[in-house]
Nanobody
């Protein structure tokens, strides 16, 4: 069992930055692939970024060059650094854990989910 708690969301102006954190419980955090997803009102949940247990990364095209995912296994935490934010980045951001490699962009691949943190980007 893995429990995930996101933090770091908030209101920011377009062009600004935020860093999201996801704290994970459980002793096997380092074995999980970790992902960030987001969901805007009226839209489906969509993939943002993921990082494997060995540090491999994948990103959605819409955030490449602006967002960076990282993990600190000593702290059982995964981060999402977001720069040059745009109004279309506004959504609830969710952290998720995947016990089955390789890392995936598919929502259905992930076993555990956090409660989400709101990110709002004003124009």
């Amino acid at each position: 069992q893995v429990q995930l708690v996101e933090s770091g969301g908030g209101l920011v102006q377009a062009g600004g930055s935020l860093r999201l954190s996801c704290a994970a419980s459980g002793r096997t955090f380092s074995n999980y692939g970790m992902g960030w997803f987001r969901q805007a009102p009226g839209k489906e949940r969509e993939f943002v970024a993921a990082i494997s247990s060995s540090g491999g990364r994948i990103y959605a095209d819409s955030v490449k060059g602006r967002f960076t995912i990282s993990r600190d296994s000593a702290k059982n935490t995964v981060y999402l650094q977001m720069k040059n934010l745009k109004p279309e980045d506004t959504a609830v951001y969710y952290c998720a854990a995947d016990s089955r490699p390789p890392i995936s962009m598919r929502v259905s691949q992930y076993d555990y989910w956090g409660q989400g943190t709101q990110v709002t980007v004003s124009s």
